[in-house]
């Protein structure tokens, strides 16, 4: 069974910081790679699919990159919106979560 | 605008079964995709529980999968999620999913908390 790891479990960060979530995968896994965020109160948001395709509606600061087992979700400008926390997702397998806060 | 909506008791006993049924509206379960269930407990991370497509064929969470079943019906366009002898471990904040066939989920429900207490 395919783990997923995200590190950090938090980060702090100031608007306009440019932030790197990573996502280790315990078995290559191609590019079958997700990336949710989720805000208290709010159902998941899709932000990428298939390691680097963004969602119809995901704001260009968010980009995805990776493959085999190393993947990586970056914020090149935070935004306050943009404090929350993001989950990596590989089919049944959703990672710890990183909670971004100010 | 495709919408999910859950409903079902917010209180469960334990040892009881759990059942959830979630509305579609802006499209049809028969159109394809894969309808599913997540869940977050109270301050822990999200777990995905299963997905079930219109012609029936299910997938579902292994470690959840001795508990846990999801069901179509089209003629309603609402699917429904079972998980029975429900422990404290269950309660969670329930959402329903539209999934692509590589567990993409673009869109969910609100939301439900299902606490399980006696």
């Known amino acids: 069974d395919i783990q997923v790891t995200q590190s950090p479990s938090s980060l702090s960060a100031s608007v306009g910081d440019r932030v790197t979530i990573t996502c280790r995968a315990s078995?290559?896994?191609?590019?079958?790679l997700n990336w949710y965020q989720h805000k208290p109160g709010k159902a998941p948001n899709l932000l990428i699919f298939?390691?680097?395709n963004l969602q119809t509606g995901a704001p260009s600061r968010f980009s995805g990159s990776g493959s085999g087992t190393d993947f990586t979700l970056t914020i090149s400008s935070l935004q306050p919106e943009d404090f929350a926390t993001y989950y990596c997702?590989?089919?049944?397998?959703f990672g710890q979560g990183t909670k971004l806060e100010i | 605008q495709v919408q999910l909506q859950e409903s079902g008791p917010g209180l469960v006993k334990p040892s009881e079964t759990l059942s959830l049924t979630c509305a579609v509206s802006?499209?049809?379960?028969?159109?394809?995709?894969?309808w599913g269930w997540s869940r977050q407990p109270p301050g822990k991370g999200l777990e995905w529980i299963g997905s079930?497509?219109?012609?029936?064929?299910?997938t579902y969470n292994p470690s959840l999968q001795s508990r846990v079943s999801i069901s179509v019906d089209t003629s309603k366009n609402q699917f429904s999620l079972k998980v029975t002898s429900v422990t404290a471990a269950d309660t969670a904040i329930y959402y329903c999913?539209?999934?692509?066939?590589?567990?993409?989920?673009?869109?969910w429900g609100q939301g439900t908390l299902v606490t399980v207490s006696s």
């Open positions: 078995q290559s896994i191609t590019n079958y």
């Open positions: 999913t539209r999934d692509t066939g590589n567990y993409v989920t673009g869109y």
């Open positions: 802006g499209d049809f379960i028969s159109n394809g995709n894969f």
């Open positions: 298939g390691t680097s």
């Open positions: 079930i497509h219109h012609s029936g064929s299910t």
């Open positions: 997702q590989h089919r049944h397998a």
